[in-house]
């Protein structure tokens, strides 16, 4: 069986396929994409992908036909990296320990880490003086780690990782997805070896952790590291040190960039939109007043959570893929066995026949009426089904406690000459530099 019966993009060059195409400007092909049908094959070199650009193809992978599908070529190539966390695991192996992880993320436990937040977003807060320069992107994935690994190791025992995270993690997450993508041949590059060693001493780092905090009777402590060696399913096992080291990274990858991200995105377009952040600063005012942010605060903040939604709406997760381990249907095409397919969340999210206007910041899309108006499977932010992110509101209250406690004080605005920031290409559509002018609020 053969995929020549689907459409190819246009711009395929012989011997190279699309990559000269996608190495120029990856995002701008995912955007443009749509136009060419809901179901294409990009040709990466000689290797062919089917990408789904529709959002009823992307839900026929995603939900309909899920079974039909697991973890592709990227998760594979991911995996000796970063571990075999829910991010990568398959199968029995990602259902155990989902359910095993998933409490760990009810409404009662990430209430017991808003405080930690909070405290932590006062502390950033705190530190900027009246004109100083910052670049929000370091300043926000600086902060993103930093907050999250205060929630993830106890402080007495995890420090040396706290360490090692802040150092290793930012390389680890900027090679990462070309690491993933490069053929093997490339494995024992030079270019390679900054994040082959971060990768390296982060893992042994988090071993070392691990071990101390087993020794140290866990059941008694909150951290999310305690609470996995503390976890138990139905027949009394529970998660190998190998296995929770797994967990840990994957927390820490998809719960940095994610967070950083969306942060210094809220706060550049928040920049340009004065009249939107009026609207947020008096919804704090109502809600919180002149105290810290609470996890009570956090529901009743629509107006941030809207701007966050729009946020992630324009600038999430670039790119998921699957592979189908049984012939399938999809868009009207059959896929054998063993096609490598592309998902982007990033393009449905942008597509203007679901986004009028796509390009622009607009978080009145997420109003009451015009959501009630939208199907649900048109809005992806963080997947879908199982294997939907476990820890969507633990980013979220994150985000929302952090706006709530920076924008009352602190107004930021582009530095003087700076160029308007552009999309990096990661796992998320994340900012390049972003150099911002710190105005105190009691001057407006």
Not at 3 to 10: F, S, V
Not at 72 to 88: K, Q, S
Not at 200 to 208: E, G, K
Not at 379 to 407: H, N, Q, Y
Request: with cysteine.
């Amino acid at each position: 069986m053969s995929l020549t019966a689907i459409p190819c993009a246009r711009g395929s060059i012989p011997g190279l396929g699309h990559l000269p195409r996608l190495a120029r400007d990856p995002l701008a092909v995912l955007r443009t994409l749509h136009a060419e049908g809901p179901l294409l094959r990009l040709n990466i070199g000689t290797m062919p992908i089917v990408v789904a650009t529709s959002a009823d193809t992307v839900n026929e992978i995603m939900r309909e036909r899920s079974k039909a599908f697991k973890k592709g070529r990227l998760f594979e190539r991911v995996r000796p990296l970063v571990g075999n966390g829910l991010a990568n695991s398959e199968g029995p192996t990602h259902l155990r320990n989902r359910r095993l992880i998933q409490p760990m993320f009810y409404k009662e436990r990430i209430a017991d880490y808003a405080q930690i937040m909070s405290d932590r977003a006062e502390t950033l807060a705190g530190s900027w003086s009246a004109g100083q320069q910052i670049d929000v992107d370091q300043v926000m994935g600086l902060y993103a780690i930093e907050t999250l690994a205060a929630t993830l190791f106890s402080t007495d025992i995890g420090r040396p990782a706290v360490e090692s995270v802040r150092e290793d993690l930012p390389i680890i997450l900027k090679y990462m997805l070309r690491r993933a993508l490069a053929p093997k041949f490339m494995d024992n590059w030079p270019v390679w070896r900054q994040f082959d060693r971060s990768a390296a001493r982060m893992r042994s780092v988090i071993d070392d952790v691990i071990a101390k905090t087993r020794a140290s009777e866990p059941g008694s402590r909150t951290d999310l590291l305690s609470l996995l060696l503390s976890a138990r399913d139905e027949t009394g096992a529970g998660l190998t040190d190998e296995e929770v080291r797994d967990e840990l990274t994957t927390m820490l990858f998809a719960g940095t960039e994610t967070t950083a991200s969306t942060l210094s995105w809220a706060l550049h377009h928040l920049s340009e939109h004065p009249e939107i952040e009026r609207e947020l600063l008096a919804e704090i005012d109502n809600v919180v007043g002149d105290r810290p942010v609470t996890f009570a605060d956090v529901p009743q903040l629509p107006s941030t959570t809207r701007v966050l939604d729009e946020v992630i709406r324009l600038h999430g997760v670039v790119t998921l893929m699957r592979r189908t381990t049984e012939q399938v249907t999809i868009g009207g095409y059959e896929l054998p066995p063993d096609t490598e397919v592309l998902l982007s969340l990033y393009a449905l999210h942008r597509h203007p026949e679901l986004y009028p206007d796509p390009d622009r910041f607009d978080p009145g899309r997420w109003l009451p009426e015009h959501v009630a108006q939208r199907p649900r499977e048109h809005v992806l932010p963080f997947g879908a089904g199982t294997r939907k992110c476990i820890g969507d509101k633990f980013s979220w209250m994150e985000a929302t406690i952090t706006l709530a406690t920076i924008l009352p004080r602190w107004k930021l605005r582009p530095a003087p000459g700076s160029r308007p920031p552009t999309e990096s290409t990661s796992s998320m559509a994340h900012p390049t530099r972003m150099p911002m002018i710190v105005h105190p609020r009691s001057q407006d």
